[in-house]
């Protein structure tokens, strides 16, 4: 940990403050709690969780850079993407983002969505933080035309009345709480946190409750094997009940996600033993969850297979499954540079073409990042023509 930049005064104080709150906690249920309640307060704790607090996340000046951050191409291909359901559905369809981070992609994939004529009757965001809520306010304000502004909505829930339209999520499925597990003498246990006689938070592996359990075991069964003891991963049980409930009264329409992660078989390889979990602080990458909780963040691949049965569980036909890059290559991207590129200056010029490159080279994000998409009622097929992986699944 030696060459991590270490938090200033101030930071070093908020962090503390929601170490004394997680010990307080621990005490209060026991000695310890499971690993994802511990994720859960280090990202979300109010006011002081990593995407509770105000500090700067995302960028060049935080701890990563997400698509939409780099520049217009990613939102502009998505926009493109969902553009022909859009249409399909006609002028009632909506459009929920979940999870907006700063409001970037919002902004482009709103103006995008207006030059293409296919502007949803209303743009939800589903976002948990007061504090990038407010800032997806005020930069949505400032940069879109009133009559767009107008259409944009924060929710406090999942959508409760019936809906058409698109459900879009960018690494937000990466940033859930995830319980993580391992084997002890073939059986499941669940990593808790609890805190030694120092203050410090330590691992406790504890026997996994049956949900937990039961989801590792029908791992196993998928993948014909038993993990060896002392394997350790991660698993979202709880994730087809996520997922039913952000979509809420969806009827027709089209999910779009856009993650890091696998299919489920090179997820649960064996030389994976140690999962997936990293910690992000200032655009460096560690294993030590337990380090400066709410300062970095925190994140787990995404078991595709697993985001694929959640879907069609909940009565979605799987549209499509493909690497992040032919998706964008697929959906306008070269278009969309050469457009931009007549319009910028020439100053601007290497940082667009720096993001397209960022956004499709296997050794950026083209590969690592994965787009998977669900349908009902609506044709989203086409945007997956190129390069679909669904047999990988
Ligand atoms: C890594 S950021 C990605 C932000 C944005 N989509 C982007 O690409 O820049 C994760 C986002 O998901 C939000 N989030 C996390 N859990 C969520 C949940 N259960 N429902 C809705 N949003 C959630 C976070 O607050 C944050 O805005």
Redesign the pocket.
Known sequence: MADLPAPDADAARHSQQLEALLRAEILQAGGFIPFSRFMERC??APGLGY??AGST??GTAGD?V????LGPLFAGCIAAAVAPVLQQLGPDAGFV??????G??AEVALKRLLALDALPARYAI????AD?RERQRERLGRTLIPPVFELVEWLDGPPEAEWNGVLF????I???PTPRFTLREGEVFEEHVAVDGEGRFVRQDRPADALLAAAVRHVERYLGTVFPDGYRSELLPHLPY?LQA?MGGLGEGAMLF?DYGYPRREYYQPQRDSGTLRAFYRHQVHNDAYLWPGLQ?L?ASVDFTALAEAGTQAGFELAGYCTQSVFLLGNGLPQLLEEAEARAPAERLQRLRNEARQLTLPSEMGERFQVMGFSRGVDLDAAFLAGDLTWRL
């Open positions: 990202l979300y995407y509770s996340k995302f990563f997400t698509a939409p951050e983002e979940i999870g907006g981070g700063s970037a992609f589903l976002e948990p933080s990038l999520a960018n690494e937000v990466d940033a859930l996520w952000v856009v963040d994140t």
